[in-house]
């Protein structure tokens, strides 16, 4: 036989019958029934949908360059989240010739500020029955006085913005001291007549403020006390007669808040050295008065604003060793 009748000989007479619908088709052998696919490399064969042109196409993302802005984060409490300050400038410390990049920043150099104790020193009371007063004229438009006490002369034509020496009162129970104040050089018509108390061992300043003619005197006190040695106690008195409620900084830190006109604050302690002492309008940030380089040394400071706010005479600060 040859090769093709051997082929007809194995190859039936019928075709075989394709499987109706919903019976089972044959499986196949060694895949030779198996129509071929085409084939698929990593998807570029697949078929791909019509494109949509109501939807708008993103262009491709590539590590986040071509992400959209995100919008702005909602307000919180109704207010919009205050900006982030401003970063300070930074310097390098090494060669700005050098073609070598920078590796060494850092903040500009700002010297170290004198540390401040908020809490009071305490209070040592001597046991004594001397008491001290003196007088402070910080009468806006007034004239120069003569301050009586007791009807003792204290005080001799005492200017603007001076103070008087300190008189002793000696005595073993609370008084109060009658104040008579008139024009200096002459003794008729007073300017003020008013009560004093002073309390045994105790230190006053007895301030005359106010505007001609509507004066008054503020009392202010400070019990006698060892302080330690490189300590210092401070306070403020706001005698300003047209200005606000003040703040008060010590080395851009806030000491005293909003204190009112015709009012001081108490004490605070404080390590001796020199400081920048700002004065603010309450709650503002922007100083309209400031002190540099004002030594405080061991001992009791009362800082007193006085004069006329943008008027005559006008504002100033007297720092007075209690």
Not at 199 to 222: C, D, E, F, H, K
């Amino acid at each position: 036989m040859n090769k093709e009748e051997v082929f007809r000989k194995n190859t039936p007479d019928t075709e075989p019958i394709p499987p109706e619908q919903g019976q089972m088709k044959p499986p196949a052998q060694n895949g030779q029934d198996q129509e071929p696919r085409p084939p698929q490399q990593n998807g570029q064969n697949q078929p791909t949908k019509p494109p949509n042109n109501n939807q708008q196409q993103r262009p491709p993302q590539q590590n986040g360059q071509n992400r959209p802005p995100r919008p702005p984060r909602p307000p919180q409490n109704g207010q919009n989240p205050p900006p982030r300050p401003p970063r300070p400038p930074q310097y390098h410390t090494h060669n700005t010739n050098s073609p070598r990049p920078p590796y060494h920043v850092h903040y500009p150099y700002q010297p170290p500020k004198p540390p401040i104790i908020i809490q009071p020193i305490p209070q040592v009371q001597q046991g004594s029955n001397t008491s001290y007063v003196r007088f402070l004229n910080v009468i806006a438009g007034g004239p120069n006085v003569d301050v009586y006490l007791d009807g003792t002369l204290i005080a001799s034509n005492l200017a603007y913005g001076m103070v008087s020496n300190y008189a002793t009162i000696t005595s073993n129970v609370n008084l109060n001291h009658r104040v008579v104040v008139y024009q200096a050089g002459t003794k008729g018509n007073p300017i003020l007549q008013t009560q004093l108390p002073i309390n045994r061992g105790s230190v006053y300043t007895a301030a005359l403020g106010g505007v001609m003619p509507y004066i008054g005197l503020q009392s202010i006190s400070i019990q006698r006390m060892e302080i330690p040695t490189q300590m210092a106690i401070f306070r403020f008195a706001h005698l300003s007669p047209n200005n606000t409620a003040i703040d008060v900084k010590l080395n851009g830190q806030k000491v005293f808040t909003c204190v009112p006109y015709w009012n001081t604050t108490s004490t605070i302690g404080l390590y001796t050295g020199a400081y920048t002492i700002e004065l603010l309008p309450c709650g503002s940030q922007t100083p309209f008065y400031t002190m540099r380089s004002t030594n405080i040394g061991t001992g009791a400071y009362t800082l007193y604003a006085i004069g006329i706010l943008d008027g005559s005479p006008p504002f100033q600060t007297i720092l007075l060793k209690d």
